[in-house]
């Protein structure tokens, strides 16, 4: 259901109707226990690597890191060193962090700004492009071909302001992965929206542990009871699943004129219809991209493995009519409410992990509530392949009749 002034009286129905259910709806399937080893099993987190980390559209960072021609940053978060730069016509591009003489980085910064590449190893030269142009002593080369020596590239590409990367080189469009979603984010005009602030929290728990915690509010009052347990009523979430893992959940507050008393005199997006302005929506980019969005500013969070056993969460916030010069003083309170709820998010984490690996530990029988986290799990396993995970660990495909097209 795309979320437009038409449809309001339809979500605050489906709101009414999750609060005042008796149980899940006759047409929602059993859903099979989710096999603790798909959280601990070397062989199938392999899998995971490298059929679908490996090929998924994950976000690599916002056009503000690379404000002007020349400037780039590199990100690592996909496990292979990539370059982001914005090329002397302003187009954004990526490429692996590769010479192509010896493998050397090109550059050895986070980011910066210049006009080309150079490799500090032999010299090898390149634009922003990504062609190669230069070569120290070309005379003791045979037959060298410049043409076929260009930078590897990575396909990139953009949702609004948020630059998106994937390694797969067939994968299809961005756009036409998101389906149904690209429609309803046009509200928040994320072309316009700044990034305002970002911050990295490791954690020792494989990514998807942390992961679920965002899919679901099951959790909220009992881990959230002095935050957002106070003002968000979790029985009356309900929730949209789209194809390719994609989906997005709405959780009403519990008084409809309730409004955060840290966003009041905020610069607003212009046109964000009422739902997502009055109540908390969540979206999830297939595999690990959660936005709450909101009409005063909307938090961006990355989950990445860094091992099987340890993970990274990025904090990201873009807004409208944020000047980095001279920021809204609220930001600083907004934040520090968000780095709290999160921390209350993070802090069982390494426990939960070392349950995991257990012989207690054998799965995780999920309820109506925590179908998106189902969701995940199915999709996952379409992108290995359901015949190349193994038994014991496959995830039963029962969703596809809850799965949304528009």
Same mark, same amino acid.
């Given at each position: %259901?795309?979320?437009? +002034? ?14 005042? =259910? ?17 959280? /601990? ?5 392999? @899998?995971?690597?490298?059929?679908? !980390?490996?090929?998924? !559209? ?6 503000? +890191?690379?404000?002007?021609?020349? $400037? ?63 070569? =120290? ?20 590409? &953009? ?21 149904? #979603? ?32 965002? @899919? ?5 009052? $009992? ?7 106070? *003002? @968000?009523?979790?029985?009356? %979430? *309900? ?9 997005? %959940?709405?959780?009403?507050?519990? =008084? ?9 005199? #905020? ?13 908390? /929506? ?32 990025? $904090? ?13 003083? %609220? ?21 939960? +992990?070392?349950? &995991? ?24 396993? =379409? ?15 029962? @969703? $596809?009749? +809850?799965?949304?097209?528009?």
């Amino acid at each position: %259901m795309e979320l437009n +002034q038409n449809n309001v009286a339809a979500a605050e129905a489906l709101m009414d109707y999750e609060r005042d =259910r008796k149980g899940p709806p006759a047409d929602f399937p059993k859903l099979p226990d989710i096999p603790g080893g798909r959280y /601990v099993n070397r062989d199938f987190l392999e @899998l995971e690597r490298e059929r679908m !980390w490996k090929r998924a !559209w994950l976000y690599a960072g916002h056009v503000d +890191q690379i404000p002007r021609p020349g $400037s780039w940053f590199v990100t690592r978060n996909t496990g292979s060193p990539i370059i982001i730069a914005r090329d002397l016509k302003g187009e954004v591009r990526a490429y692996y962090n590769t010479c192509q003489h010896r493998g050397a980085p090109l550059v050895k910064e986070d980011a910066g700004e210049s006009r080309g590449f150079i490799c500090g190893y032999h010299g090898w030269s390149y634009t922003l492009e990504g062609k190669l142009t230069a070569v =120290r002593d070309i005379r003791d080369f045979t037959d060298l071909d410049f043409a076929c020596r260009s930078l590897a590239s990575v396909r990139c590409e &953009l949702l609004g302001g948020m630059i998106f990367i994937n390694e797969d080189p067939d994968a299809e469009p961005l756009v036409d992965h998101l389906g149904p #979603m690209v429609k309803e984010l046009e509200q928040y005009k994320l072309e316009t929206l700044r990034l305002v602030d970002s911050r990295r929290y490791e954690v020792d728990c494989n990514v998807k542990v942390l992961l679920d915690a965002f @899919l679901e509010v099951y959790h909220l009052k $009992s881990i959230h009871q002095q935050t957002v347990d106070r *003002f @968000l009523d979790h029985r009356g %979430m *309900f929730i949209t699943l789209w194809p390719k893992g994609h989906s997005r %959940m709405i959780t009403p507050n519990r =008084r409809p004129d309730w409004r955060d008393p840290g966003t009041i005199g #905020m610069p607003k997006i212009p046109g964000v219809t009422d739902i997502p302005a009055n109540n908390n /929506v969540s979206y999830h980019l297939y595999p690990n991209f959660v936005m709450p969005a909101s009409d005063t500013g909307i938090p961006i969070l990355q989950f990445w493995p860094l091992g099987d056993k340890k993970c990274e969460v990025v $904090s990201s916030w873009i807004a409208p009519d944020h000047d980095p010069e001279n920021p809204d003083p %609220m930001w600083a309170t907004r934040i520090g409410n968000w780095e709290r709820i999160l921390y209350e998010d993070l802090q069982f984490a390494p426990q939960i +992990q070392e349950s &995991l690996e257990s012989k207690g530990f054998k799965g995780m029988p999920l309820n109506y509530q925590e179908r998106r986290i189902y969701h995940w799990h199915e999709e996952l396993d =379409r992108r290995i392949g359901l015949n190349e995970v193994p038994p014991e660990l496959r995830v039963e495909q029962v @969703l $596809s009749d +809850q799965i949304a097209t528009a």
